[in-house]
Nanobody
Framework: QVQLVESGGGLVQAGGSLRLSCAAS????????MGWYRQAPGKQRELVAT???????TYAESVKGRFTISRDNAKKMVSLQMNSLKPEDTAVYYC??????WGQGTQVTVSS
């Protein structure tokens, strides 16, 4: 059984930074693609960033140059460093493993 637990969300002013973390249980972490998605009120869940087991990363155009995804296979953790945050980044952020397992989400609110 795989469980994903996010942490690190909160309230920040525009231009600020937050770092989200996702801790995974189970023995398959190192062989899977991990990702962060987000869902704003009234909108569909959307891709933020992904990282493969070989550390290849992809980003949504809206976050390129501002967000950085990373992973630590030994600690079974994936992180999302978010800089230069904008009000439009406000959403619930979800960690996912292969789009099969999902965390409970963590709220990020960016005030203008």
């Amino acid at each position: 059984q795989v469980q994903l637990v996010e942490s690190g969300g909160g309230l920040v002013q525009a231009g600020g930074s937050l770092r989200l973390s996702c801790a995974a249980s189970g023995s398959i972490f190192s062989i899977n693609t991990m990702g962060w998605y987000r869902q704003a009120p009234g909108k569909q869940r959307e891709l933020v960033a992904t990282i493969t087991r070989t550390y290849t990363t992809t980003y949504a155009e809206s976050v390129k140059g501002r967000f950085t995804i990373s992973r630590d296979n030994a600690k079974k953790m994936v992180s999302l460093q978010m800089n230069s945050l904008k009000p439009e980044d406000t959403a619930v952020y979800y960690c996912t493993m292969e789009l099969r397992y999902w965390g409970q989400g963590t709220q990020v609110t960016v005030s203008s």
